[in-house]
Each structure stands twice: as structure tokens, then as C-alpha cells.
């Protein structure tokens, strides 16, 4: 299986300002998902994708090839991924780079290792499924099956439509949420349904230990700590 490896890097950033080439822990915080990536075994190519030349130099010297450049309507801070995955495979193909199935890298998870990305990938051919994502499992408190919505007259009902909750916590299904690490999705999927998706999804579910996801200043911190403490 032919895999794509796509690091997306744009330049604006609300949260934490130039964040993508921004230091932590000494190295830009490209650097971690580039190092990660060009290690892994299952990936054909790595690329990155970014409207940004200051960033696409930064992605060059962590060793990211920038084979093209992303349109800046692209690159918006309202922009789906989707659209932006597309357009990678869509360039590459142009370029004569034929691929099965596309990982999705964000920089934002910096703690991700070599061995994830293989595996994720792994899963993906060995399965029918359409995709591959890394996720975590989600606290008994926060199950599907004891979290209510309230209607629009003030009244709560179960997110899972059942009308009594389930009464021990020994017998709540286990539930994951997005982890948001790897996203390892067939070519096809993206291409025509515009999904990262599918209707086949498989989870491979990681340590929260070893996530991160630099969303704000305290992420940051904290991802700088774990870090800095394993050099």
C-alpha cells in the first residue's frame, strides 16, 4: 500500500501565534511531527502543506518535502481539513504520485512516535475499514449513556435516546473520543465522499501519557514539560 504522508502547517494561528514553527523545547514544533513521520517505516512519501514560505523553509531543514504550495483560500481559519487533504492528493497525482490511502499529521500532536504512525497504517490494510484514527477512552462520567442533552423546553434527555440511564458503571459500554494523532484514511474516501471517515472507522486507541494537542498556552506547557523531561 502506497501511503501518503501529510504534514499540514498553514500560518495563522489565533491560539498560540506562528505556532507551527514556533520552539518547543528547543525545536521548532514542526520538527517533532517531521522527525516522527520521516522515521516511520509505512510511509511512502512525507509532505508537507502549508501557503506559508517561512514555514515550508522551517519544514524543508526538519527534512519535509514541499513538492507544492497550498492556495491561501485554503488555508483560512474556517477551512475544513478535508479540502486541504484533497488538494495534496490532487497535486502529487499531477505530479505522477499515485497513493492508496493518505495519513493526516498535524503538528499539533508532537508526542506521537514512529511506531503509531506504522501501526495505525497497519490496521488500515490488514481491515475493511475505510479509515484509521487514533482515539482515547472516554471517562466513565462522560459516557454516552450517562450524558444528557436538554431539549428546548429545559427537560434532559440521554444523548443515546434510551430513556433510563444505565445504572453501574461496570456495565457502560467503552466509549473513545478523537485523539487526534493519526488519521490514516483510504484514497478513495477522501476523493469522493470528501471524508477523512468513511462509514468504517476503526479506532486504535493510545496512552493519554503520551498525547498531546497544542490548542492553548497551557497545552503548550504542558507538552514542553513531558519533553523536556524525556531528553
Not at 11 to 16: E, H, L, T, Y
Not at 44 to 59: H, K
Not at 60 to 89: I, K, S, Y
Not at 162 to 168: D, G
Amino acid at each position: 500500500m502506497r501511503v501518503l504522508g501529510l504534514v499540514p502547517a498553514r500560518g495563522g494561528s489565533k491560539g498560540i501565534p506562528r505556532k507551527n514553527i514556533r520552539p518547543l523545547a528547543g525545536k521548532p514544533l514542526l520538527f517533532y511531527t517531521a522527525e516522527a513521520a520521516l522515521k516511520a517505516q509505512r510511509l511512502t512519501r512525507v509532505v508537507l502543506s502549508t501557503e506559508d514560505a517561512e514555514i515550508a523553509e522551517v519544514g524543508r531543514q526538519c527534512g519535509l518535502e514541499v513538492p507544492f504550495m497550498r492556495p491561501p483560500e485554503l488555508a483560512g481559519d474556517e477551512t475544513p481539513t478535508a479540502p486541504v487533504v484533497q488538494h495534496a492528493l490532487r497535486a502529487m497525482e499531477e505530479l505522477g504520485e499515485g497513493f492508496d490511502a493518505i495519513c493526516l499529521l498535524q503538528p499539533t500532536s508532537p508526542l506521537r512516535g514512529p511506531n503509531l504512525i506504522d501501526r495505525c497504517i497497519a490496521l488500515l490494510e490488514e481491515s475493511a475499514a475505510d479509515s484509521v484514527i487514533t482515539v482515547l477512552p472516554v471517562p466513565p462520567e462522560h459516557n454516552p449513556h450517562w450524558v444528557y442533552f436538554q431539549d428546548g423546553q429545559g427537560f434532559l434527555k440521554i444523548s443515546t435516546g434510551e430513556r433510563n440511564p444505565i445504572p453501574r458503571r461496570q456495565a457502560l459500554p467503552p466509549a473513545f473520543h478523537r485523539e487526534g494523532s493519526v488519521y490514516v484514511t483510504r484514497r478513495g474516501v477522501v476523493m469522493e465522499q470528501g471524508s477523512l471517515y468513511g462509514d468504517r472507522v476503526m479506532g486504535f486507541v493510545v496512552e493519554e501519557s503520551a498525547s498531546a494537542n497544542l490548542d492553548t498556552p497551557a497545552d503548550w506547557d504542558h507538552a514542553e514539560a513531558l519533553l523536556r523531561a524525556s531528553q
